[in-house]
C-alpha cells in the first residue's frame, strides 16, 4: 500500500488532523482550523482532515512521528473557545464505550498499538476545543469559535513544534 | 483461549423497567426502555431514538448536484452508500443514463465500501459476543478483546482487509470517507490503468478474505451449539415479518442496482418495483415516543408491533435481501449461500430464514461477494475508458435507491428548473428496519427477562437482537453526529426505574 521512501519521509514528519463534521456548526472546527493552517503551507507538517473517526483516523495517522488531532468537545463547565490538549492516557477510561461505528478513538488506538506497533506515531496531542454549539445544522462557526480561530490555531501550531515526547 | 462465556449469574431485581443507555456498539444514539409486570415479567419493551435535527430542511434551496456531497455528511459510518442513491437521484432527476464505464466505477466504489463496513460489524460488533461469549465481562467484550483471543496476525488481516475497502473507494471516488465523485449520468474521474491493477491485487486479497471469514464463521459460530442454539432459539431471535431488498433482472442480490422486490413469510413474491414507485408501496407510522418513523407495506396495513402475514412490518438489509434474493452471480457467495439454505433446509426451516441472529451468516456471505464482485469488476480493462459522462437533461424529480450495507437506501428530490431543491425525502436503511428492530428487542427482552431476573449478560442478549440489524440510528433521524450510543432501563410497572446499564 505504502512505498518505503514514502514510509521513511513520514516517519519524521507531523501530521495536524482536524476532525469533525463541516455541516454542524462549531463542530467543524477542527477541520476549519486545519485548513487555515493548511494555507500556511509549513514545511514537515502534513495537514489532513476526517469527516470519521476510530478506525478511520488509525488509517491517517500510521507512520507519522507525531500527531496532532483538533476536534471539538463539549465538557459540563466549559467556556466555548476554551483549549485542552490531551494525551491517550485520558482517553483510557473510554476504551470500552462506544462511538461511530463502535471503536472510538482510544479503542482504535489500543488496537494500533496491538497490531502494528512499529507504525504508530511516538506521540498523539489531542487538542480540544470547546465548543458552542454541536446541535444546530450549519456551515458556519459561531461567533465565539470564530473570534478564537487565530489562538487556537497560535496553539495548534506551538503544541506541533514542540520536540516530540519519546 | 478459555472458551466463550455464554452465560452468567443473574439476580433477583424488584424493579419494573430496565433502561439500555446507551446502546453500546451501536451508531447514533439510542436507548432501551424495557417495562416489567408485577411478577417481574416483561411487559414491553422499546428503542427509543430521541434525537431530531431537520437535515432535510437543510437541503431545500441547495443546488441539486450539492445533495451527494451534503448527505454523505449525515453520518460518518455509510456516507458512501449515501453518496451512490444520492448519485442515482441525480440520474433520475436529470434523466441521465450512466455511461457503461460510470456504472461499473460506482459498482466497484461501492464494493469497497461493503469490504470495508461489513468487515467492521462482523470483526468488531458482531465478533466479541461469538469469540468471548454475550455474557463475557463488558470490558473483554470488544474487539481488543477479539484479537487477543484470536492473535496478532488475523487482528493484522482484519485492519488490511478493510483498509483495502478503503483504498479501493478513495480511488475511484477521491476520497474515503466523504466521496466527491458522483455526477448525474456518469462519474467525475477516470482511472488509470495501474490504478486498476492495484485495485485487482487489493481484490484478489479481499476475495481470499471473504474465504477465511466463512470458514472462521463455521469454525467459531456454527460449529459452536451454545451458539447454533442461540441462532435457532424461536423464543428471542425469530420473526416471520416480509423482506425487502435489491435484485437484479434474474432475481440475484445487487447492491447497486435493479428492481426492488418484496417477500412475504413463506418466501413468495408480493411485488417488485422500479425506484420511481416506492411511494405507492411503501407508508410510514409514527409513534409518540421516537422521532423516527416507522415504515411498513402499504398493501397489508400497519398493526403495530407484530409480525405474520396481516402486519406489514418487513425487514432489510442482510437477512432482508437473502431472503429476497435467488442467489448471487459470484461462485464463493452462491456456494455459500447454498450451505446456508441446506443447513436451514436440514433443521426443518421452510421458505425465508426468519431467524434474526442469521443476519450474521447472510452478512459474512455478503462480504464474500462483495470481494469477488470487486474482483470481477477490477479484471475489466474497460473501466479505464474516458467514457465516464453520459448526457443530460433540464431536471426535474427522481428517486435513487440502492442497498446500503444496512439494507434499502432512497434518495427522492425534486428541483426546480434551475436545479435548486424544492423536495427531499430520504428513507434510510436503519428506518425500513426500525419496526422490526422494536418487535425483535420486544421479543428477546420478553423471553430472556423472567421473574425480574437480570444480568448484565442477559441484558447483552438483548442488545444482541438489534445490534445484529447494525442498526445507524445517526442517519436514521438523519441526525448527523456519531455519539455514543445506549443505555438499557428496567422500569417498574409504576414507572419507576429499577436498573439502569449504559457504557458511559
Known sequence: ?166 | MTGPIINDATVKTKEKKITIDPITRLEGHGKIEIFLDDAGNVANAYLQVPELRGFERFCIGRHVQELPVLTNRLCGVCPAAHHIASTKALDAVFNAEPTETAKKLRELFYMGQYTHSHIAHFYALAAPDFVLGPSAPASKRNVLGVVDAVGVPIGAEVIKHRSYGQKVQEIIGGRATHPVFGLPGGVSKQISEEERLQMVEMAKSCVEFGKFTVKLFHDVVLANKDYLGLILNQDAYYLETYYMGMVDKNNKSNFYDGDIRVVDQTGKQVVKFKPSEYLDIIAEHVEPWTYMKMPYLKSVGWKGFEVGPSSGIYRVGPLGRINVCEGYTTPLAQAEYEVLAKTMKDLGVKGPVHHTLAFHWARVIELQYAGERMLELANDKSITSDDIRGAFNPPTEGVGICEAPRGTLIHHYASDKDGICTKINMIVATTNNYAAINTSVKQAAKALIKNGEVSPGLLNKVEMAFRCYDPCNSCGTHALNGGPALEVNVHRKDGSIVKTLSNF
Not at chain 1, 496531542?125 to 446541535?135: S, Y
Open chain 1, 1 to 166: 500500500m505504502m512505498n518505503m521512501t514514502e514510509t521513511v519521509a513520514k516517519g519524521r514528519r507531523t501530521l495536524i488532523i482536524g476532525l469533525g463534521n463541516l455541516i454542524v456548526s462549531d463542530d467543524g472546527v477542527g477541520i476549519h482550523v486545519t485548513r487555515k493552517i493548511r494555507e500556511m503551507s509549513i514545511p514537515s507538517i502534513d495537514v489532513d482532515e476526517l469527516p470519521a473517526s476510530g478506525l478511520e483516523l488509525l488509517d491517517a495517522i500510521l507512520d507519522y512521528r507525531k500527531v496532532i488531532v483538533v476536534d471539538a468537545i463539549k465538557t459540563e463547565r466549559g467556556n466555548p473557545g476554551d483549549v485542552y490538549a490531551l494525551r491517550e492516557e485520558d482517553f483510557e477510561e473510554t476504551v470500552h464505550g462506544s462511538s461511530p461505528h463502535g471503536i472510538n478513538v482510544a479503542t482504535a488506538f489500543a488496537l494500533g498499538r496491538k497490531i502494528v506497533p512499529e507504525r504508530m506515531p511516538k506521540e498523539v496531542v489531542f487538542i480540544a476545543i470547546e465548543a458552542e454549539d454541536l446541535v444546530n445544522v450549519s456551515e458556519e462557526l459561531t461567533a465565539t469559535i470564530s473570534r478564537s480561530l487565530p489562538k487556537i490555531i497560535e496553539f495548534v501550531l506551538r503544541v506541533a513544534n514542540e520536540p516530540t515526547r519519546a
